[in-house]
């Protein structure tokens, strides 16, 4: 699902938000958790998974065209680890779809 689809989900849903308020409640979120993670803060949602910042350490790397050593600095990267009750959903959606279906 992409942004937009995100938007046009949520003023669907909800007759009483003008497509305008839906974008501004989505770009809200999405900017305080991105302002969360950037000042360090891990963000939970119950029952959906939580963000953190997972550090990557300093490494070398090799250029694919030249085969040369290059060093790649340290990097602090955004993690997504799903909750129990998102896995278990996606796990029996899963299946029921397996099961309704010949893929197996």
């Keep these: 699902m992409t942004r937009s689809e995100l938007v046009e989900e949520l003023a669907a849903q909800f007759s009483q938000l003008t497509h305008r308020d839906a974008e ?3 770009k809200t979120i999405l900017d305080a958790m991105s302002d969360a993670l950037v000042r360090g ?10 963000f953190s910042i997972s550090r990557r350490p300093p490494r070398t ?6 085969g040369q050593s290059v060093d790649i600095p340290e ?16 796990d029996a959606r899963t299946r029921e ?3 309704t279906t010949d893929c197996k």
Excluded at 41 to 50: D, K, L, M, Q, V
Excluded at 61 to 66: E, H, L, V
Aim: proline share 8%; net charge positive; no cysteine.
């Design 24 to 26: 501004y409640a989505v």
């Design 41 to 50: 803060h891990r963000i939970e949602i119950r029952g959906f998974g939580s």
């Design 61 to 66: 790397g090799r250029n694919p065209r030249s």
């Design 75 to 90: 990097k602090r990267v955004p993690h997504f680890k799903p909750g129990k009750a998102l896995r278990e959903a996606v």
């Design 97 to 99: 779809l397996l099961a």
